[in-house]
C-alpha cells in the first residue's frame, strides 16, 4: 500500500545552519505530497506542498520539490531559526481522496 | 477564530470504559477525519466523512465507531477502551480533495489515557 518514510530525528541544529530532512514515498498513480509542521502542544498546520512532477512547494524560507524519479520530497531550508524548532511531518494524498498518509515525523531542535 | 474544536482536550479512562470525543467545525466543510498519533508513527487515519450521514473506514478503525449526523460534527466513541487506545486524537476537516486546492484544518488534539 502507499506510504511515507522520513528520516528519524531528533535533528539538532544551530541557529543560521541549513536544513534537510529527507522524505520518499510509495504510491500507486500520481498522489499529491505535503509538508505539516507542529509546534509543541498544537494541531498540525500545512507548510508546503506540490500536486505534480517536479512541482516546488515553499513558504517561510522552506522548500521541497516533487522527484518522481527518486519519490522524494525532501524539505530544505537555507537558514533555520529557534522559532522552527517542531515535529515536521511528510505526507502524501493519494489519488483524489482527500485522505493522508503521514510519515512518523522528525522532530527538529534549533540551539541560539 | 474557531476552525476545528475538539472536545474534551485531556480524559483518562479506565479499561472497558466508553466516551465519546466531539469534533466541530465552524468553516462548512464536506470532509472530516479522525486521526490518532502515536509517538515514532505519525498519524494514522481512523475513520473519516465526505459528507453528512456518511462515513468510511481509515487505517486503523477497530475498536473505535464515529457518527457524523450533522454537517459541523463529527463523533468518535470507544465503546469499550482498552491501554492501547492511550494516544492522542486529532480531528481534522477540509472542503474536499487536496490536490484540488483544498487544506485540511487540524484540532489541537485530545489526549487520552486508558489505564
Known amino acids: 500500500g502507499d506510504s511515507v518514510t522520513q528520516m528519524e530525528g531528533p535533528v539538532t541544529l544551530s541557529e543560521e545552519a541549513f536544513l534537510t530532512i529527507n522524505c520518499t514515498y510509495t504510491?500507486?498513480?500520481?498522489?499529491?505530497l505535503f509538508w505539516y509542521v507542529q509546534y509543541p502542544g498544537e494541531g498540525l498546520q500545512l507548510l508546503l506542498k506540490?500536486?505534480?512532477?517536479?512541482d516546488k512547494g515553499s513558504n517561510k524560507g522552506f522548500e521541497a520539490t516533487y522527484r518522481k524519479e527518486t519519490t522524494s520530497f525532501h524539505l530544505e531550508k537555507g537558514s533555520v531559526q529557534v522559532s522552527d524548532s517542531a515535529v515536521y511531518f511528510c505526507?502524501?494524498?493519494?489519488?483524489?481522496?482527500?485522505?493522508?498518509?503521514f510519515g512518523q515525523g522528525t522532530t527538529l531542535q534549533v540551539k541560539p | 477564530n474557531a476552525g476545528v474544536t475538539q472536545t474534551p482536550k485531556f480524559r483518562v479512562l479506565k479499561t472497558g470504559q466508553s466516551m465519546t470525543l466531539l469534533c466541530a467545525q465552524d468553516m462548512n466543510h464536506e470532509y472530516m477525519y479522525w486521526y490518532r498519533q502515536d509517538p515514532g508513527m505519525g498519524l494514522r487515519l481512523i475513520h473519516y466523512s465526505v459528507g453528512e450521514g456518511t462515513t468510511a473506514k481509515g487505517e486503523v478503525p477497530d475498536g473505535y465507531n464515529v457518527s457524523r449526523l450533522k454537517k459541523q460534527n463529527f463523533l468518535l466513541g470507544l465503546e469499550s477502551a482498552a491501554p492501547s487506545q492511550t494516544s492522542v486524537y486529532f480531528c481534522?476537516?477540509?472542503?474536499?480533495?487536496?490536490?484540488?486546492?483544498?487544506?485540511?484544518?487540524f484540532g489541537e488534539g485530545s489526549w487520552l489515557t486508558v489505564v
Open positions: 504510491a500507486t498513480g500520481y498522489p499529491s
Open positions: 506540490a500536486t505534480k512532477a517536479d
Open positions: 481534522a476537516s477540509s472542503s474536499g480533495q487536496l490536490r484540488s486546492g483544498n487544506t485540511i484544518y
Open positions: 505526507a502524501l494524498e493519494p489519488g483524489n481522496t482527500g485522505k493522508l498518509i
